[in-house]
């Protein structure tokens, strides 16, 4: 990975964002364009691929190769270009709405095989693209356009979830702390396979519950209290009590590394497949003896 010195705004695009004014995605990019400022990183070298929703308009805002893709799909869109291109940094951007409803399906095959991407999920626990629906990560009771006496549905645990699918780096972090956010993001892009982001990204338009001043105080940094990310365990621990703030107003909101491990990723597992067997040459001749015999 050749490094080059660049600044922050060299990262981004000229083209403006549409987000509603205070909404928490402003500060990913800011944190997204830090990062590869501060890694060196050339933009003609970055792939980022989205899915369809508020979030998922962020490639538009930075100046790199994007593929703003369909809904819920971003995850194989980016596999696809990493198998392809495994020298590329390739990060989805995505949303709670877009990664774990639609897309759903997805996240636990890119994570077991651990894939080398990096996912950032700006969960704002809310549809707002499609003004206000109640999303995957959505508390129960939050209003929305087609949840007037309160949603009913339980809340996903991006956390617990990714963790339990095999991501070997697993973290949180807020919207609201840019230098947090900006090494979370750093961490997850230089680790080695699949790195799962969740960013608390509060929607001032349609989430009038969990709002930055709501998270003002509650967030506290796990590592800093000594958390150990190489400890599975204790990181589902952990993770098991990341929503616990929906039901006791005195919980704190966990951010930092739960968990972080090395292993073989999959294009590494892939190489070392193509080592040990020849590639076909004459695929004909493979047909020919694969044809069944005439009896």
Known sequence: MMEVSL???DYKSD????WCSGCGDFGVVAALTRAYAE?????ENIVSVSGIGCSSR???FVKNYSVHSLH???IPVAVGIKLARPELTVIVETGDGDLFSIGAGHNPHAARRNIDITVICM?????GLTKNQISPTSREGLYGSLTPYGSIDRPVNPIATMLSYGATFVAQTYAGNLKHMTE????AIQHKGFSFVNVISPCPTFNKVDTFQYYKGKVKDINEQGHDPSDYRKALELAFHDLDHYYDPNAPVPIGVFYKVQMETYEERMLSVKKR???VEDMQALIDVCKPKAI
């Open 277 to 279: 067997y020849k590639p």
């Open 58 to 60: 962020l490639p538009l």
């Open 15 to 18: 083209v403006e964002p549409t």
């Open 39 to 43: 890694l060196g990183l050339k933009p």
């Open 72 to 74: 819920g799909r971003a």
């Open 7 to 9: 600044r922050p705004t």
């Open 123 to 127: 969960d704002n626990q809310v549809y």
């Open 184 to 187: 979370i993001i750093k961490q």
